[in-house]
């Protein structure tokens, strides 16, 4: 009788293991790195900056960079994720503009972008994840200026905050390859000289689209 109660034990164990290993997709689970790129345009808001009706002011460029990431799948199709993104763009309003004053911050060229956030998504099919996601950013606009002898290359330093969504596909075991659309917005600057001086920081409305495309791997 003992001995039917063990075998009984161990089949049901046996049985049980894959069943629960289904619950979770280990396809979103774990540490990933990949590459962005896609189109990014900066432009004034509309309460504190240089906004002029009827004019586009948008600055375009394209955005490249890196990302780094962590996500927890759970048993109910959820996936939870932390990640971290360094990022720079090639937008730039040339110097030889006739009115260098109409973004607001003079004339300017799009620097780096560090942002630090998490997501959210649910699994469409196994392979597909569609989530939203939102954190901190912090981005550099770098001042241009030239009297036609001496040039200026400084910058002012943005804070704020991003929001975005997008899709996620696995391709293969370790692979995957996304897209998605993400808007930041920046409320306060401040502007670092060459020599290291930094101002107070001061209010802007500042707001950014990107439309990014991405690949990568997990490990």
């Known amino acids: 009788m003992r001995n039917?109660?063990?075998?009984?034990?161990a089949a049901s164990s046996a049985f049980a293991t894959p069943a629960l290993a289904q619950d979770v997709n280990p396809t979103f689970t774990g540490p990933r790195i990949g590459v962005l790129g896609g189109y990014d345009g900066i432009r004034p808001g509309s309460t504190e900056d240089a906004d002029i009706d009827g004019i586009?002011?948008?600055?375009d460029g394209f955005v490249y960079g890196g990302e780094i990431g962590?996500?927890?799948?759970?048993?109910?199709?959820?996936?939870?994720g932390v990640e971290a993104e360094l990022t720079d763009s090639t937008g730039k309003v040339e110097t030889e503009r006739n009115n260098p004053n109409t973004f607001?911050?003079?004339?300017?060229?799009t620097g780096r972008d560090i942002y630090?956030?998490?997501?959210?998504?649910?699994?469409a099919t196994p392979e597909t994840l569609v989530y939203a996601k939102g954190g901190y950013t912090n981005a550099r606009l770098n001042l241009l200026g030239s009297d036609g002898t001496n040039e200026i290359d400084e910058n002012f330093e943005l804070e704020g905050w991003r929001a975005g969504a997008g899709v996620e596909r696995a391709i293969g075991t370790n692979t995957y390859a996304k897209l998605e659309y993400r808007y930041s917005n920046?409320?306060?600057a401040d502007f670092e000289f060459?020599?290291?001086?930094?101002?107070?920081?001061?209010?802007?409305?500042?707001?950014?689209h990107q439309v990014m495309?991405?690949?990568?791997?997990r490990f």
């Open 4 to 9: 039917a109660l063990i075998v009984a034990l």
């Open 56 to 59: 586009d002011q948008t600055v």
């Open 70 to 80: 962590y996500d927890f799948a759970m048993n109910n199709g959820l996936v939870l």
């Open 104 to 109: 607001g911050f003079g004339e300017v060229s």
């Open 116 to 123: 630090i956030g998490g997501r959210v998504g649910v699994l």
């Open 186 to 188: 920046y409320r306060e």
């Open 194 to 208: 060459r020599d290291g001086t930094v101002t107070d920081q001061f209010d802007i409305d500042t707001d950014r």
């Open 213 to 217: 495309a991405g690949v990568g791997v």
